[in-house]
């Protein structure tokens, strides 16, 4: 650590990456913390550089470089399966996230497919097409409703929920043939349909070892009910109440432990945010995707009741050190409820003036699609903003949540009346 302080760079311009700067403003060790490209909200707590794009590496690169930075923290999926991280590395610039290939744990369904199969790993069973007359001919034999999944990544879109041969045909062809989510439909996977609650589990990763952070839910629905279009999170809560200590270390041993060792093995290991998406089916918990990256917005539920010092924690995780540290959590319960657009998540209007914000006592407000333009916050995005609350129960943190949104306010707001509740 220099004299005065790091200096640290996040990627990215969400609520996720509000969460993130919000706890790492928290660390003595850091002085400076900047943020590209940023959003309204972050600008109280960081630089921001709007003009630098998450996905435009040689700008990432230059900026990391121009401000000589001790680490740079990549959360959204497009620069981690690019190669940010890599690149970074390559110029000497410590950088916290999976390298490419190790992030083709969420890049690549069929990669992450293949590799559960090789380890036994508890997950839906599918079939991996690469031609589209083959996926065609296999759908006549498929138990409905049926999951196809694009293989590549698709902005949360690429999942789709197949009622009967016709939807499923039509999938088909909008992703094979249309290219609707263009070259990460090249392959797909027609994947068993399962059931049960879900829950979400994160884990830092330093390539050997692991800590796993409280367990979350979230809602992808747009509607009350989880009725309407999926989109990328509606609200979240932790920790999740069917998972006990017993259960988390079950999935860590039997899921986790050997990812990480096979990626090791293959000679990528994996350092960073490992994300399971699991179902607790009643056979067990069976994964439906892994992420490689804090998800949003469970981030801004999970990161709220860490006690420890995030930017350690990052660190431990490129050092491989994670063993030493012992992670430290409030016990309370936390929720966060996105406010987002009226037409969302299709067409919307932003521009939209937020006010109330400054009357917030109970939560803390993480924006996710806002600008800041002559001291007024506007609407700039699909999602807006998201409300965190935390509390002694589950029902506190909740009812606190919905308390402080109420007082906020913009036109055309729109947001889900039961997270938590579902």
Do not use: W
Request: hydrophobic share 40%; aromatic share 6%.
């Amino acid at each position: 650590m220099r004299e005065s302080g790091d200096i640290v760079l996040v990627v990215g311009g969400g609520g996720r990456e509000h969460a993130v700067i919000h706890a790492l403003s928290k660390s003595p060790e850091i002085a400076e913390i900047h943020c590209a490209p940023g959003n309204g909200g972050i600008a109280e707590l960081a630089t921001c550089h709007p003009k630098v794009a998450a996905t435009d590496l040689d700008a990432q690169v230059e900026l990391a470089l121009k401000l000589d930075c001790d680490l740079v923290v990549v959360t959204p999926d497009d620069p981690l399966a690019l190669g940010l991280v890599d690149r970074l590395s390559e110029v000497g610039i410590r950088a916290f996230g999976p390298t490419a290939a190790a992030a083709k744990l969420e890049s690549s369904k069929v990669f992450a497919k293949e590799l559960m199969r090789r380890l036994n790993i508890p997950t839906a069973d599918a079939r991996i097409c690469s031609d589209i007359q083959e996926a065609i001919s296999c759908l006549p034999s498929c138990t409905y409703p049926l999951v196809i999944k694009a293989d590549g990544l698709a902005q949360g879109k690429g999942v789709l929920i197949c009622q009967d041969y016709d939807e499923a045909k039509t999938a088909v062809n909008n992703i094979m043939e249309a290219r609707v989510f263009g070259a990460a439909g090249e392959s797909i996977l027609l994947e068993e349909y399962l059931t049960g609650p879900e829950v979400t589990v994160l884990c830092f990763c330093d390539g050997s070892n692991l800590v796993a952070l409280p367990t979350s839910r979230d809602h992808k629905r747009i509607g009350d009910g989880d009725t309407g279009l999926n989109t990328g999170g509606m609200g979240a809560f932790a920790p999740v109440a069917e998972i006990d200590d017993n259960l988390l270390r079950e999935i860590i041993n039997t899921i986790f432990l050997p990812v990480i060792r096979e990626m090791s093995r293959l000679g990528t290991p994996f350092q960073g945010i490992l994300y399971g998406g699991l179902m607790l089916t009643k056979k067990g918990p069976y994964v439906i995707e892994f992420n490689a990256r804090f998800g949003d917005p469970e981030a801004q539920s999970i990161l709220p009741l860490v006690k420890s010092d995030l930017y350690t924690l990052m660190k431990a995780c490129l050092d491989g050190e994670l063993d030493r540290l012992r992670l430290q959590c409030s016990d309370e319960f936390s929720c966060v409820v996105m406010m987002a657009s009226k037409g969302y998540p299709g067409k919307y209007q932003t521009g939209f003036e937020i006010t109330g914000l400054d009357d917030v006592e109970q939560a803390y407000v993480y924006h996710s699609g806002t600008k800041r333009e002559a001291n007024k916050f506007l609407t700039a995005g699909g999602r807006v903003l998201g409300v965190s609350a935390q509390g002694k129960t589950l029902d506190e943190a909740i009812d606190k949540a919905y308390l402080e949104l109420g007082k906020i306010y913009f036109e055309d707001c729109v947001y889900r009346r039961d997270i938590g509740k579902t």
